[in-house]
């Protein structure tokens, strides 16, 4: 069964510290995986990574693909409040997506 | 550039009354169209996908049926709603190793 599973579950840390989420997986036909941020509304899109080792970044965030060891991490640095979301990860296997329950991140001022 | 709409942005209804929420999408042609769920405090359940018109995949047995009439339109129905049914409903597009987007969502609470 395709599965995606993320750690930790939640976090909470100071403005100014460096997180790194986690996220693996086993799924059959591995097209992509995604990073996306959810705030109290619809989730909004961080990264798309097909190639292991290519890191993608934007701005204080950034990711990479393993797919090798078949996980993924979004790292995010100098931490803002405004950084508290859930974050999910979602592998696409053949025309589905499979998401992961998030980690849930919160920044304390 | 692509856009995707959802209405009503959130619905009240009792159970056992009919469902249809709408999905359309802007600035693309033939996407791949899916419909989640998200329980309150949980994850996205995939509920239907979508590769073309009339073309619908079902990944959860259940009282929903979905319908795509048109390219850029997706539909999610019930004929009667269950209290389970309450939830966050998320249309999307995109896959096919392209980026998959969501639109703003639908708050259903069913009473």
């Known amino acids: 069964e395709d599965k995606v599973v993320q750690s930790p579950l939640s976090l909470v840390v100071h403005e100014g510290d460096t997180v790194t989420l986690n996220c693996s997986y086993e799924v059959t036909n591995f097209r992509s995986l995604l990073w996306y941020k959810q705030e109290k509304k619809a989730p909004t899109f961080l990264f798309m990574l097909t190639s292991s080792g290519i890191e993608k970044k934007s701005g204080r965030l950034s990711s990479i693909l393993d797919k090798k060891e078949l996980f993924s991490i979004l790292n995010i640095t100098a931490t803002q409040t405004g950084d508290s979301a859930v974050y999910l990860c979602a592998v696409e296997a053949a025309y589905k997506y499979i998401f992961g329950t998030g980690t849930r991140l919160k920044v304390l001022a | 550039s692509q856009t995707i709409h959802q209405w009503p942005a959130t619905l009240v209804q009792p159970v056992g009354s009919p469902l249809s929420l709408e999905c359309t999408v802007e600035g693309t042609s033939n996407p791949n169209l899916y419909w989640y769920r998200q329980a309150a405090g949980r994850g996205l359940q995939l509920l239907f996908y979508s590769v073309g018109i009339g073309q619908i995949s079902s990944e959860v047995p259940q009282n929903l049926s979905a319908s795509r009439p048109q390219d850029r339109q997706f539909i999610l129905s019930s004929k009667k709603l269950l209290l389970s049914d309450s939830g966050f409903y998320l249309c999307?597009?995109?896959?096919?190793?392209?980026?998959?987007?969501f639109g703003p969502g639908t708050r259903l609470t069913v009473t």
């Open positions: 999307a597009w995109g896959g096919g190793s392209y980026e998959q987007y």
